[in-house]
């Protein structure tokens, strides 16, 4: 069974930086592509983040570019998101999802249960 | 920036189809969109109903359906059920590795 759980959210300031991670298990991690997804309050889903499955490739949503960084290290079946430069409106839930091919396309086929960043003074 | 768009409501009778659109703020969608569906209800994480504009998953039921409309990807379901009152997602591929969604449509049956 895919397993995948984020960890790393916390209240943190406005201009100031977090790491959240994705424990991935239960399939071939090296093979699949991984996102983030993100859902602030009372807003829908906003796609933030993909890697490829080597990590060589990574690809961000235009508000994130700059600010953001994503990683994996495919030894330790994790992804990682580097965010930077926080504002108030990424205050949001962030979740780590399995795309079902290499990357870049396929669909997103498993989600984690999200792990919650606020930015606020 | 481009938007996806959908209905945000929509209301069908039991056992009436009623079909969901997504589109683009500006171009149509087609093939190359890679237009994917989700059911999405509170607490619970999306759960695939259409990808690729019209392959189902494994286990979903054949009432629903994915195609492409005119400029819009579209989703049908057939059939409707009173389980199936819920949000319903869609998300396409732009290129380039981005994905955009939608703002969700809402259906009562």
């Known amino acids: 069974e895919v397993q995948l759980l984020e960890s790393g959210g916390v209240l943190v300031q406005p201009g100031e930086s977090l790491r959240l991670s994705c424990a991935a298990s239960?399939?071939?991690?090296?093979?699949?592509?991984m996102n983030w997804v993100r859902r602030a309050p009372g807003k829908g889903l906003e796609w933030v983040s993909g890697?490829?499955?080597?990590?060589?490739?990574?690809y961000y949503a235009e508000t994130m570019k700059g600010r953001f960084i994503m990683s994996r290290d495919n030894s330790k079946t994790t992804v990682y998101l580097e965010m930077n430069s926080l504002r108030v409106d990424d205050t949001a839930f962030y979740f780590c999802?399995?795309?079902?091919?290499?990357?870049?396309?396929?669909?997103?086929?498993?989600w984690g249960q999200g792990t919650l960043v606020t930015v606020s003074s | 920036q481009t938007l996806v768009t959908q209905e945000p409501s929509f209301s069908v009778s039991p056992g009436g189809t009623v079909t969901l659109t997504c589109g683009l703020s500006?171009?149509?969608?087609?093939?190359?969109?890679?237009a994917t569906w989700y059911q999405q209800t509170p607490g619970q994480p999306p759960h695939s109903l259409i990808y690729n504009t019209n392959t189902r998953p494994s286990g979903v039921p054949d009432r629903f359906s994915g195609s492409i409309l005119g400029s819009k990807a579209a989703l049908t379901i057939t059939g409707a059920q009173l389980d199936d009152e819920s949000d319903y997602l869609c998300?396409?591929?732009?290129?380039?590795?981005?994905?955009?969604f939608g703002g969700g449509t809402k259906l009562t049956v």
């Open positions: 890697i490829s499955s080597s990590g060589g490739t990574t």
């Open positions: 239960g399939f071939d991690f090296s093979k699949y592509a």
């Open positions: 500006s171009g149509s969608v087609s093939t190359t969109h890679y």
């Open positions: 999802v399995k795309l079902t091919t290499g990357g870049p396309r396929g669909y997103f086929d498993s």
């Open positions: 998300v396409l591929y732009l290129g380039s590795g981005i994905w955009k």
